[in-house]
């Protein structure tokens, strides 16, 4: 990821600090990313959003808003891809110490989430599925 990729997540980062505590990422997930794809978009970054569903993963230390709204499996979540990178400015909703931001490859993404779609992030209109091999080259 040696494009300037993470300076630049890293930048929107700097700018928006909310987002790197549980409590301001809260349910902030889908406009958090529509942001974020936009300022990589005007960097010459083709940035797609995700729509992260079928969680298979625990998060004991997730905010608590989101254990009153059921179990992990059902939790919706929106990201940003990059290529072959994951782009989360909200993962500390769910794992208050994960990084901030989060950069994942794709692979590991969609081995925590049984659903793992491309979606309009300004109107959460579904445009695909995101599979191994089809990560940023077709929708």
Known sequence: MDDGLAEAVEGFCMAAPKYGTAKGAFSQCRA?????????????FQAKGLRLAECSARYPDADG?????????????????????????????????APFP???PL?????????????????????GKAEPGRAAHRM
């Open 102 to 104: 989060s950069l994942s």
């Open 32 to 44: 958090a990313s529509k942001s974020l794809a936009r300022h990589l978009g005007k960097l010459g």
């Open 107 to 127: 692979e590991d993404v969609l081995e925590g989430w049984g659903s793992v779609e491309f979606v309009d992030l300004g109107t959460g209109e579904i445009l």
């Open 65 to 97: 808003r989101w254990k009153r709204l059921g179990a992990e499996f059902w939790w919706i979540h929106y990201a940003v891809l990059v290529g072959d990178t994951v782009c989360d400015v909200t993962m500390r909703q769910f794992a208050p110490d």
